[in-house]
């Protein structure tokens, strides 16, 4: 019955480029006339299956995404076969649509008879593209005519034969000839993919690149593209960026462009767009640092030709070999493997200063759970960190390449460029239909333990130890790394007789290299000169550094506090205790009164337990990076319910 389809579904498919140029848009029910496999490329084995949807009044072309063939081998769709469209694209191939689908849920596998009459929307010129009160103007698939007119750049060709698939190398998807049936109509070819770019070089695999090619041409989909860097050496400065391209033999290689090709082409690029690239050097992949299945790497210039192309749905939006989360504790510290969770918590944007540079470093620490029962800390960097509250809100799904595995804190991710949020997978179904059905209330085994100072959440029970655990478990013997602790307890001594007050004085230069960290000296004339800047100021900015002692039922330790963590404490800044103390007036009895009403006061810490080195003997430091005040109305709730199960 057409009330078992949506009125008007094929029309509002077709007066779209698909659901990301209409976020409105509703799922609709449309049914599958018939389905066609067709042969992959020739530059490409994989099968294809063509696809008529109808809502009953009309139908219109369609392809199936490559991630939904399972659907078509399980003969979950099968000709008249109702299906829900959730995700898709609308591409103008020879001048007619054909929607792509992306993500889509079957509603009846068996309905067993076609729905109405339904006749070619094509023939409507009122339904192109843009034609509707909502519709969008084709984007791409125009290259410069003669006479500066506009045409198609996936030309119709002329009939040649019985196949009426005339152009050269035949019809890549291998269907030349192959009527549409299911009352169609004519010209039921299926939609072609040029083989060769607009200057007439042929199209060739990635995986077909090596060393030994002068002119080459591919076609690829952008899944990743880096910020850009910049560098400065004894040969020169200049700036580059990276991106990885993936085509449709499954085969990603990973480019760089260098100085003026990054004033041309990056703003050009975006990712998860299909490009024509040609004009590049080929060289060996350097492994260390290219995880790409190809082993070459292509560097990019001004001179290089690169051109937006149609998005056929032939190349998959991203390669992925996920990891359960659970699983990540048997993966080998420095692997590198992809994984796709739900971003439960993101944290504050927080710098570190790079060992290797001493460059200042952007980060922001997420919590990624999954339907494995287990969550870990991932860690973002750069200009991505500071657009994670924005990109990561409201608890989405995010797909990640190539998250490097590490042991801080237990188990702990670093990203890569390649996150994708929301990708359009079967994985991202699934995990939503999990989050959604109880997943966000139970509660998960957590990797990460106390957020390796870079997470402000609150670590639970589970994570927790007692400060016995140090020697114990021989925290922080390993030289190469630190360990880290979390546990609570109470300050009973605060070493605050330091010469000249519990402080440092900074380098008052807030801006690059220095940011107010640099401890500086006094010169003859009373100014304050940086080491590390070269600069001389007036003023200098004060923070504080100094140890104490914090104790829980089981053992004391030292710890060292630093400035944002003191400044938590005592609640008052270094320069204004110094400047109420000791500048204005000597009241050595309000600085000692300053600490004495903080002592003795109880958090939950997160410390770094490091091995040093002090005249040549060695020394394990704990340091304190979190301090959490103690909410005992929800400690006597998590303490119940820990009595309640033992």
Known sequence: MAADLTNGAVRNLVQSEGTSANPGFPASVVQVLRVIKVNGSSNNNQERYRVILSDGQNFVQGMLATQLNHLITSNQIVDHALIRVNDYMNNLVQDRNVIILLAVEVVNSQYGQKIGNPSDIEADPSSKAGAGPGGAQPLYNTTNAAGGQQQNAYVKPEPSGSSGMGMAGGNPYGGGGMNRGGGAGSGGSAPIVRNTTSSGQNIIPIAQLNLYMNRWAIRARVTSKTDIKHWSNARGEGSLFSVELLDSSGTDIRA???????????????????????????????????????Q???????????????????IQQQLYDFVKIADLESIERNSYVDVIGVVKVVGDVATIISKKSGNELLKCELTLADDSGAEVSCTIWGERATRAAQEYANQPIIAMRRCRVGDYGGR????????????????????????????????????????????????????RKTISAIKAEHLGMNPDKPDWISFKGRFNFLKKDKEGGAWYPACANSGEPCKNRYKVTQTADGNWHCERCQQVNPTCVRRYIFSATVADDTCTTWASLFNEQAEQLLGVTADDLYRDCFEQNQDEEKYNGTFDLNNFKEYIFTCKVKQEFVNDEARVKTSIHRMFPVDYVEESRKLLEQLAVM
Request: aromatic share 10%; charged share 20%.
């Open 296 to 314: 070459c790497e292509i560097n990019f210039d001004q001179n290089s030709e690169i051109h937006l192309d149609n998005d056929t749905g032939d």
């Open 256 to 294: 760089t462009f260098f100085k003026e090709g990054v004033d041309k082409f990056y703003n050009m690029i975006e990712t998860d767009k299909v490009y024509t690239f040609s004009g590049g050097r080929l060289k060996v992949a350097n492994m260390q640092y290219n995880t790409c299945k190809s």
């Open 412 to 463: 702990s991710l670093s990203a890569g460029q390649a996150i994708s949020v929301m990708p359009r997978i079967p994985d991202t179904q699934r995990l939503q239909n999990w989050w959604q059905s109880g997943g966000s209330t139970t509660a998960a085994r957590t990797l990460t333990s106390g957020g390796g100072g870079g997470s402000k959440r609150v670590p639970t029970f589970e994570e």
